[in-house]
């Protein structure tokens, strides 16, 4: 398995931005698709997008799109959410994941996971 970090999260107010990084190591990353969740309290883990193993091509869910943008640096090892115009119903932990597919929307489509990074949007 790849280990994975992610960082960046934190607190905003409604209509700001954040990025998050997640930085792998252990494995060939550019071998691996990279994909983004998040889960609020009390909610299921729930798909954001995902991108490519060339981060050529990405895949957001319709209610992100256009307010989020997942990016890869694969000298860096490293993959991206930009993340703009948020809104409290944004507020959820952040994971980022790893696998051999584009894409799957559940979670047990990713064999390497993250520890999450923390993101609160105030009202």
């Known amino acids: 398995q790849m280990q994975l970090v992610e960082s960046g999260g934190g607190l905003v107010q409604a209509g700001g931005s954040l990025r998050l990084s997640c930085a792998a190591s252990?494995?060939?990353?550019?071998?691996?698709?990279m994909a983004w969740f998040r889960q609020a309290p009390g909610k299921e883990r729930e798909f954001v997008g995902a991108i490519t193993r060339s981060g050529g091509s990405t895949y957001l869910v319709d209610s992100m799109k256009g307010r989020f943008t997942i990016t890869r640096d694969n000298a860096k090892n490293t993959v991206y959410l930009q993340m703009s115009s948020l809104k409290p119903e944004d507020t959820a932990v952040y994971y980022c994941?790893?696998?051999?597919?584009?894409?799957?929307?559940?979670?047990?489509?990713?064999?390497?996971w993250g520890q999450g990074t923390q993101v609160t949007v105030s009202s």
């Open positions: 994941a790893a696998g051999s597919v584009f894409w799957r929307p559940v979670a047990n489509g990713y064999d390497s």
């Open positions: 252990g494995r060939t990353f550019s071998s691996y698709v």
